[in-house]
């Protein structure tokens, strides 16, 4: 009597397993990685066309171009390179896919490119825009500025502040983009007027 016990275990494991998966739901849809450090845990759900989810049927994950972004078994998504790709979910033979979208800094605008300020005068604005691979702008991200010299010239926030004459540069950056703003203090014309 245990053979026929057995058959009926071994069949209803088999059954067990071969859960009649329609799609996979892919969670969360909107898939967008902006740091170089963001990762986002995926879940997907393998599903029947009437609603019924399969807790128990493991998914399979991989990305089309690995190149952008890569994902582990546990469904761990992470950036690689700007760039648009997708991650696909395997369940018993049903595929499905969702985009992912890498958008970091790949281009930086600051103006004005080059500053002559005076010493003891007013500070001036840089003005800076940050462009995704395609040239979109992105407004979502914040610069950072270091003076090269700061007896010539600091900053404060995006402002360049003249503090002696002399020369420096700023540096600007967004993520792994620089650019550098030469400056030029020039002594104060009312003071440079009385040594004469």
Same mark, same amino acid.
């Given at each position: 009597?245990?053979?026929?016990?057995?058959?009926?275990?071994?069949? *209803?494991? =088999?059954?067990?397993?071969?859960?009649?998966?329609?799609?996979?739901?892919?969670? /969360?849809?909107? !898939? @967008? %990685?902006?740091?170089?450090?963001?990762?986002?845990?995926?879940?997907?759900?393998?599903?029947?066309?009437?609603?019924?989810?399969?807790?128990?049927?493991?998914?399979?994950?991989?990305?089309?171009?690995?190149?952008?972004?890569?994902?582990?078994?546990?469904?761990?998504?992470?950036?690689?390179?700007?760039?648009?790709?997708?991650?696909?979910?395997?369940?018993?033979?049903?595929? *499905?896919? =969702?985009?992912?979208?890498?958008?970091?800094?790949?281009?930086?605008?600051?103006? /004005?490119?080059? !500053? @002559? %300020?005076?010493?003891?005068?007013?500070?001036?604005?840089?003005?800076?825009?940050?462009?995704?691979?395609?040239?979109?702008?992105?407004?979502?991200?914040?610069?950072?500025?270091?003076?090269?010299?700061?007896?010539?010239?600091?900053?404060?926030?995006?402002?360049?502040?003249?503090?002696?004459?002399?020369?420096?540069?700023?540096?600007?950056?967004?993520?792994?983009?620089?650019?550098?703003?030469?400056?030029?203090?020039?002594?104060?014309?009312?003071?440079?007027?009385?040594?004469?």
């Amino acid at each position: 009597m245990a053979r026929p016990v057995q058959l009926v275990l071994a069949l *209803s494991l =088999a059954l067990w397993g071969c859960e009649d998966v329609d799609y996979v739901e892919i969670r /969360p849809q909107n !898939l @967008v %990685l902006k740091q170089r450090n963001n990762e986002i845990w995926l879940q997907g759900r393998a599903m029947s066309q009437t609603g019924v989810h399969y807790s128990r049927t493991n998914i399979g994950w991989n990305t089309k171009d690995p190149s952008i972004a890569t994902v582990d078994e546990k469904g761990r998504l992470r950036p690689v390179a700007s760039g648009l790709t997708w991650v696909v979910a395997t369940a018993n033979r049903k595929v *499905s896919e =969702a985009p992912v979208e890498v958008l970091f800094a790949e281009k930086l605008s600051v103006e /004005p490119t080059s !500053l @002559v %300020l005076v010493d003891g005068g007013p500070s001036v604005e840089l003005k800076v825009k940050v462009f995704d691979y395609k040239g979109r702008e992105l407004r979502d991200r914040t610069a950072t500025f270091r003076s090269t010299n700061k007896e010539v010239v600091s900053m404060g926030q995006n402002a360049a502040f003249p503090l002696g004459p002399g020369t420096a540069q700023v540096e600007v950056m967004v993520e792994e983009q620089k650019q550098l703003v030469s400056v030029t203090v020039e002594p104060e014309r009312a003071a440079a007027g009385m040594k004469k």
